[in-house]
């Protein structure tokens, strides 16, 4: 007799969740995917666009991005939107000898990775960006950074799996994870239970929530990150670009007390400037505030001058899913058969979105896996619950 296939549930309707139903789609899989609001309404619709490789750890983290990376192209023929992807390439600009000596170290690092980087002295830096404050010291290049739309991608995603015959729920709450033998059965949710072999909890900053419905607790907490968005104008910027301290505040937060967060800033097709960003643990707090919104200005304007000519015309803030090893959780929770994570990306979510969905998807399928995903375990945590 014909085994029937299994059928996988997703929680989470942001760009790691409709990824993963885009991948187990295309081939043939029995996937659900339930999302309490609407698509892209957490972190995917509350971010810039940046798809960052110097950002990335050196090792695993990196290596994970560029397979990533090389996904986008491909993406934007096979989905049914425009997810607006284009490579300008990018920059770390450098402020201070101190970060100077840090990036040296760093790109060195990528370098072995096999990342297309280099470090430029202030006159290659400036030829590069003419705007950009003649205080710096320099900057770290790579022609392999871009940016795309996040939302674009999600819905992207989302429709072509659709298309393929999974069933896309939104509007739809997670009440509780039903449970026997200490196997995961389903999920219980506003529009009653839906029966599933695997569960996976690509809920993003809720992810931790979910986890906590079966007892398991897991690291991940909401980090806030605000954003300002200025009226569209002529060129300012011709790549997309974070500062050093950015990259410090990222993997070690208490760096961010001491000499500031660090900046991102990117400028649309239509001229606007992305500017951000805090990286704040306020709970799931989504607000802006005048302090965050202030900071952005001012770190930002510090780099580009030209930004006072600039006006604001909105702000928005999105929450972010942290880890303490600022890697995610990505596969089996061994402690409870049958349920599956994906979640802990914080800002790497989107850049990492195409080869999360590829890896999870053949990991939930059973087929053997091109990359070790042993470092992403969500084992490597103790998560019992109280």
């Known amino acids: 007799m014909k085994q029937t296939k299994p059928h996988i549930l997703i929680i989470g309707g942001g760009?790691?969740?409709?990824?993963?139903?885009?991948?187990?789609?295309?081939?043939?899989?029995?996937?659900?995917?339930?999302?309490?609001?609407?698509?892209?309404?957490?972190?995917?619709?509350?971010?810039?666009?940046?798809?960052?490789?110097?950002?990335?750890?050196?090792?695993?983290?990196?290596?994970?991005?560029?397979?990533?990376?090389?996904?986008?192209?491909?993406?934007?023929?096979?989905?049914?939107?425009?997810?607006?992807?284009?490579?300008?390439?990018?920059?770390?600009?450098?402020?201070?000898?101190?970060?100077?000596?840090?990036?040296?170290?760093?790109?060195?690092?990528?370098?072995?990775?096999?990342?297309?980087?280099?470090?430029?002295?202030?006159?290659?830096?400036?030829?590069?960006?003419?705007?950009?404050?003649?205080?710096?010291?320099?900057?770290?290049?790579?022609?392999?950074?871009?940016q795309v739309n996040p939302i674009t991608l999600a819905l992207g995603f989302?429709?072509?799996a659709k298309r393929a015959h999974a069933d896309i729920v939104t509007q739809t709450k997670v009440l509780g994870l039903g449970t026997k033998n200490n196997r995961?059965?389903?999920?219980?949710?506003?529009?009653?239970?839906?029966?599933?072999?695997?569960?996976?909890?690509?809920?993003?900053?809720?992810?931790?929530?979910?986890?906590?419905?079966?007892?398991?607790?897991?690291?991940?907490?909401?980090?806030?990150?605000?954003?300002?968005?200025?009226?569209?104008?002529?060129?300012?910027l011709r790549h997309c670009m974070i500062s050093a301290k950015y990259i410090a505040a990222k993997y070690d937060p208490s760096l961010a007390d001491k000499g500031g967060e660090g900046i991102s800033m990117e400028q649309t097709d239509n001229g606007n400037l992305l500017l951000g960003s805090t990286r704040e643990f306020v709970g799931f707090n989504k607000e802006n505030t005048l302090e965050g919104i202030k900071k952005i200005i001012i770190q930002t304007a510090g780099l580009l001058p030209v930004l006072k000519t600039f006006q604001v015309i909105r702000t928005f803030a999105g929450l972010r899913p942290y880890t303490p090893d600022g890697l995610p959780l990505l596969g089996p929770v061994k402690s409870l058969e049958g349920f599956i994570m994906a979640a802990g990306h914080e800002g790497d979510g989107i850049a990492l979105s195409p080869i999360t969905g590829d890896l999870m998807a053949q990991m939930l399928l059973g087929h053997p896996l091109p990359i070790d995903l042993d470092a992403f375990s969500p084992d490597r945590f103790d998560h019992k619950g109280a």
């Open 158 to 160: 989302a429709q072509a």
């Open 184 to 236: 995961v059965t389903g999920v219980h949710t506003t529009r009653g239970f839906f029966k599933a072999d695997m569960v996976v909890n690509a809920a993003g900053s809720m992810a931790a929530k979910v986890s906590d419905m079966v007892g398991i607790s897991l690291p991940i907490r909401p980090r806030r990150g605000q954003i300002v968005v200025t009226h569209g104008a002529r060129p300012v």
């Open 15 to 146: 760009v790691i969740g409709t990824a993963i139903a885009y991948h187990l789609a295309k081939q043939n899989a029995r996937v659900t995917l339930v999302e309490e609001k609407d698509l892209a309404s957490g972190s995917s619709g509350a971010c810039d666009g940046l798809v960052f490789m110097q950002s990335k750890k050196p090792g695993i983290h990196l290596s994970l991005a560029m397979e990533s990376l090389k996904r986008f192209e491909t993406l934007q023929r096979e989905l049914p939107v425009d997810i607006e992807f284009k490579q300008t390439g990018g920059m770390v600009i450098i402020e201070t000898d101190a970060e100077y000596r840090a990036m040296e170290k760093f790109t060195q690092e990528q370098q072995k990775n096999n990342l297309d980087v280099r470090l430029l002295d202030r006159t290659q830096t400036l030829e590069k960006e003419p705007f950009l404050s003649h205080d710096i010291l320099g900057a770290s290049f790579s022609p392999l950074d871009g």
